[in-house]
């Protein structure tokens, strides 16, 4: 008997000739992308080959080829799936209190998370930065998708602020767009600033403090 996947999820989970997979298949499939995430960590993807995927995934290319056209194929829905991962950022910012010392230690931990979050999926954002940077509209989207919705709530808080007299004199859109640009390179080079003698630690704390006055106008 075949297992039947709920119609919100079929989408997701379609074979590449249209078919729905069952419950091994599934798991064939996540395989693959588990081990194309991994692979990514220490191959250029420009490098890498359906047949070290499927090898490392312990099956072989054919069975890659029903699940994804092309390695690409496979990254772009590692890129989407990282997009619906980011939605935890976003409720972050939502449902924080962003008011006095709650809002600085609101903000610190949102810093915290999202240096997690770059950390834990860097290898697939370098190529949905690189991708998009070369004009390729899906993997734009992508980006476009978990930046522009944290660009959302930060920019409805700052609003708030805004109309109780706090803020002003900034758009609230132009100041989210700025403040997850500057986060979003942080979190990208972080590693990079050990190099410079300047810990990570201190980064989260001189990242929250830029958060809170972003969001607030005010001083930490």
């Given at each position: 008997?075949?297992?039947?996947?709920?119609?919100?999820?079929?989408?997701?989970?379609?074979a590449?000739?249209?078919?729905?997979?069952?419950?091994?298949?599934?798991?064939?499939?996540?395989k693959?992308?588990?081990?194309?995430?991994?692979?990514?960590?220490?191959?250029?993807?420009?490098?890498?080959?359906?047949?070290?995927?499927?090898?490392?995934?312990?099956?072989?290319?054919?069975?890659?080829?029903?699940?994804?056209?092309?390695?690409?194929?496979?990254?772009?829905?590692?890129?989407?799936e990282?997009?619906?991962?980011?939605?935890?950022?976003?409720?972050?910012?939502q449902?924080?209190?962003?008011?006095?010392?709650?809002?600085?230690?609101?903000?610190?931990?949102f810093?915290?998370?999202?240096?997690?979050?770059?950390?834990?999926?860097?290898?697939?954002l370098r190529?949905?930065?690189?991708?998009t940077?070369?004009?390729?509209?899906?993997?734009?989207?992508?980006?476009?998708?978990?930046l522009?919705?944290?660009?959302?709530?930060?920019?409805?808080?700052?609003?708030?602020?805004?109309?109780?007299?706090?803020?002003?004199?900034?758009?609230?859109?132009?100041?989210?767009?700025?403040?997850?640009?500057?986060?979003?390179?942080?979190?990208?080079?972080?590693?990079?600033?050990?190099?410079?003698?300047?810990?990570t630690?201190?980064?989260?704390?001189?990242?929250?403090?830029?958060?809170?006055?972003?969001?607030?106008?005010?001083?930490?």
């Open positions: 008997m075949s297992e039947t996947v709920p119609v919100d999820q079929e989408e997701d989970v379609r590449s000739d249209g078919r729905v997979p069952g419950r091994r298949g599934r798991a064939t499939r996540q693959l992308l588990d081990t194309t995430a991994d692979m990514l960590r220490t191959t250029s993807y420009r490098d890498l080959k359906v047949i070290d995927i499927a090898r490392g995934a312990g099956t072989s290319p054919a069975t890659f080829y029903q699940y994804f056209g092309d390695v690409e194929a496979a990254i772009l829905l590692l890129g989407e990282m997009a619906v991962a980011s939605d935890s950022l976003v409720r972050m910012i449902e924080g209190s962003w008011k006095g010392k709650a809002g600085y230690e609101t903000a610190l931990a810093a915290d998370a999202f240096i997690e979050f770059w950390d834990e999926h860097r290898p697939v190529v949905v930065d690189l991708s940077d070369e004009g390729d509209r899906r993997f734009r989207n992508v980006r476009v998708r978990w522009n919705n944290m660009t959302r709530a930060f920019a409805t808080v700052t609003e708030e602020f805004q109309a109780d007299g706090k803020n002003q004199g900034v758009d609230a859109m132009a100041n989210a767009g700025v403040l997850v640009t500057m986060i979003a390179n942080v979190a990208a080079h972080h590693y990079g600033f050990e190099f410079w003698g300047i810990r630690a201190d980064v989260r704390v001189a990242l929250a403090r830029h958060i809170y006055w972003g969001v607030t106008g005010q001083r930490p």
